[in-house]
């Protein structure tokens, strides 16, 4: 071989081990923003969509809906408040429970959104309860939710007919 072919073949080692390199770097730096906005980046589910869904224990979610009316209750036990409700979208229902204090505006028949995720019994342990302070207020995710299963009219008009008769 000549000293052309030889510096013609190193050139395409030394093309591929930077292309190789590239590729290596920029796989990792992908990795590291991806994990760095692992918290941010959480899933949410109504609860029809867990039940369709079959989400087991461990995921990390959000789940969001509306409170069901006369589903709380709250006691406390060794000294820590444990509190109970049910999180509907008007289709299906998930039993929640949470330790701590709830929100001050937290109450039923409002949506809320909880962050955490269920247990082997089915029931999702909330470690983050969001509640905000108009009662109208809904997530927006909770709202499209309920748009999309025909429960935003219903519970629209039944909100429009409870102001009427005051």
Same mark, same amino acid.
């Given at each position: 071989? /000549?000293? &052309?072919?030889?510096?013609?073949?190193?050139?395409?080692?030394?093309? !591929?081990?930077?292309?190789? /390199?590239s590729i290596t770097v920029l796989g990792l730096a992908v990795l590291l923003v991806? *994990?760095?906005?692992?918290? *941010? @980046?959480? !899933?949410?589910?109504?609860?029809?969509?867990?039940?369709?869904?079959? @989400?087991?224990?461990?995921?990390?979610?959000?789940?969001?809906?509306? &409170?069901?009316?006369?589903?709380? =209750? *709250?006691?406390? /036990?060794?000294g820590i408040l444990i509190n109970h409700f049910t999180v509907t979208d008007g289709?299906?229902? &998930?039993?929640?429970?949470?330790?701590?204090?709830?929100?001050?505006?937290? +109450?039923?028949? #409002?949506?809320?959104?909880?962050?955490? *995720?269920?247990n082997e019994d089915g029931i999702f342990v909330a470690s983050e309860i969001f509640?905000?302070?108009? =009662?109208?207020?809904?997530?927006?995710? &909770? @709202?499209?939710?309920?748009?999309? +299963?025909?429960?935003? #009219?219903?519970?629209?008009?039944?909100? #429009? #007919?409870?102001?009427?008769?005051?």
């Amino acid at each position: 071989m /000549t000293k &052309v072919g030889l510096k013609a073949g190193a050139r395409k080692k030394r093309r !591929l081990y930077f292309l190789l /390199t590239s590729i290596t770097v920029l796989g990792l730096a992908v990795l590291l923003v991806l *994990s760095a906005l692992e918290d *941010s @980046i959480r !899933l949410f589910y109504d609860p029809t969509e867990i039940v369709e869904k079959n @989400i087991g224990p461990g995921q990390n979610f959000r789940l969001g809906g509306l &409170v069901e009316e006369e589903s709380f =209750e *709250s006691r406390e /036990t060794a000294g820590i408040l444990i509190n109970h409700f049910t999180v509907t979208d008007g289709n299906e229902s &998930v039993a929640v429970t949470y330790e701590g204090l709830l929100p001050d505006l937290f +109450r039923e028949g #409002q949506g809320i959104v909880a962050e955490g *995720s269920m247990n082997e019994d089915g029931i999702f342990v909330a470690s983050e309860i969001f509640a905000k302070h108009d =009662e109208t207020y809904m997530p927006k995710e &909770v @709202i499209d939710s309920l748009k999309k +299963r025909g429960e935003w #009219q219903r519970r629209t008009a039944e909100t #429009q #007919q409870k102001g009427d008769a005051l």
